[in-house]
């Protein structure tokens, strides 16, 4: 037998080669576009989804229509909040917002849209020379839009106020007119103004202007603190968490100063994948449906949606470079790491992987996702909160969990008992003060964010406060008497 498997080109020795997919062999005249039937076909997105460029910018606008239209969130007259980071897929947001509030197109957009870019080239390695001229592009190109944009550092965040990280007061649904009635209200009103108008969109004027920068950039000592800050983080994937906290967050105080209801955000199918994987390594298994799905009211007064949820990036791509979408990209946070950077590249360079060979990993990741609930990440009190990502403290049974190893275990600094409002807030509280406000993802990231000192000022004051209410708590339970504790236990 052994001579004849050599004879047919192998042998008991030798190793054979796994069989590998076959790809389909190419075709040696051009595809018709799967939709129109006559044009040539310009790219293929899936197996046998062959568009022309004009049928591909129909499905492209109508997805990105469809996904608005499906959820419902976004009202007449509200004011959005695009984040722009300058990347391929809110590059692509941005310019789907603009073709839809053109007096061109069929079913105009309703809301009235503003722009923020955050500059970050303060931790990504960019000389002051870099960020200036990575700025001034950046300002042309939000000008070229023709929306009001606000252009912020990354610095300011150090800046912030204490109220950022509690939720603001929800808007209730029930006082408010339904989505039909809003939508009939803003097209009566759009009727009636269109006798006073020659051109130009209808949508109602808002006092928001293009606000740029008094001066270029932020003063050294913000910078200095900053780059401390990141300095002291001990791990590549704690310092990516920190940026993206420190950056929605600034965000978010933005859109509450300037009167916007609603932030949108570019994540892309394949950045959705990505964030899905990282954040279940990261053990936010229960927030996952928040953290990757269309909607996030986490913050209460500001509604985060994600409307580019349902392209890949191989579709953006393909827009981008079609219709001439200008892009921004910034460089990566610096590491010396080279193999495994952080959880989020080991992440990202695992399913890409996977993609090449399996083309279907990503959706199949995706639709996963959309099946998870949001209601393990609701709170209903602050003490159930967590003082990082507002979602819910979900350390029940934390005995039973591989956490409490984990925990730091420094010995407390107070150095004065009760309520600490007039003590200062460095030396007055330790990181093992900080555990109990934090959830089981948030923990393990906020061990390795270095020394308490070189937090951001805002995290200590808010931990502070609810340190100092919990003591105050305990005491007024402690003081009180026998029949109010039975009282209170009915």
Known sequence: ???????????????????????????????????CGQGSAALLIRLGDAFCRGCFRQYFVHKFRAMLGKNRVIFPGEKVLLALSGGPASSAMVQQVQEGLSRETAKRLRFVPGLIYVDEGSVRGQSPAQREQSLAHMETLLQETGFPYHLAYLEQALELPASILRPGPEQSSESGPSYKEAVDGFIQQQQWQEGDRDGGTSLPSTQDTPAGPSQRLPPATLTQELQRLFEAVETPTAREELLQMLRLHLILQTARTRGYTKVMTGESCTRVAIKLLTNLSLGRGAFLAVDTGFVDNRHGDVMVVRPMREYTAKEIAFYNHFFHVPTVIAPPLPTKRREKPSIHRLIERFLMGLQEDFPSTISTVYRTGEKLSPAPAIASCESERCLLCLCALDIAGEEELALEPTLIMDEPEFVENGCCQDAPLAGTESKAAFIPLLCYSCRLTFKELGPLATLPPYVRAEAQRRICRTEEMKQQSQEAPPEDKEHSKN
């Open 1 to 35: 037998m052994c001579e004849a498997a050599a004879a047919d080109g192998g042998g008991c020795g030798e190793l054979r080669a796994p069989a590998r997919r076959r790809r389909a062999p190419a075709r040696s005249h051009p595809q018709p576009c799967v939709k």
